[in-house]
Nanobody
């Protein structure tokens, strides 16, 4: 059974940085597009960033462009989300997920992803 585990969340001040990690187990995800989503209380899960299965083509939500980067380490079966210049509106539970099928393009829609990790909380104080 494939599983994803996120880590790296925490409480930081506005302007600070965090790096989230998502490690996959159960099978290799080297041929899978990986995505990060977030969900704040009372809001729907929204796309944050994704990186295609080659690890070379990222895509970002407009709200995080220029502040967040995404990378993939195929050897470690891990995807990272580097978050800089954090704002209060970035506070949410962050989830990682893989595209349902291998060698798939980046998608911004949660319905195109699975399995999902359990999430890691990011809190930003102003």
């Amino acid at each position: 059974q494939a599983q994803l585990v996120e880590s790296g969340g925490g409480l930081v001040q506005a302007g600070a940085s965090l790096r989230l990690s998502c490690t996959a187990s159960g099978r290799s995800f080297s041929t899978y597009t990986m995505g990060w989503f977030r969900q704040a209380p009372g809001k729907e899960r929204e796309f944050v960033a994704a990186i295609d299965w080659t690890g070379r083509i990222p895509r970002f939500a407009d709200s995080v462009k220029g502040r967040f980067t995404i990378s993939k380490d195929k050897d470690k079966n891990t995807v990272y989300l580097q978050m800089n210049s954090l704002k209060s509106e970035d506070a949410a539970v962050y989830y990682c997920a893989t595209r349902l099928n291998p060698i798939s393009l980046v998608s911004i829609f949660p319905k195109d992803y699975g399995p999902w990790g359990q999430g890691t909380q990011v809190t930003v104080s102003s």
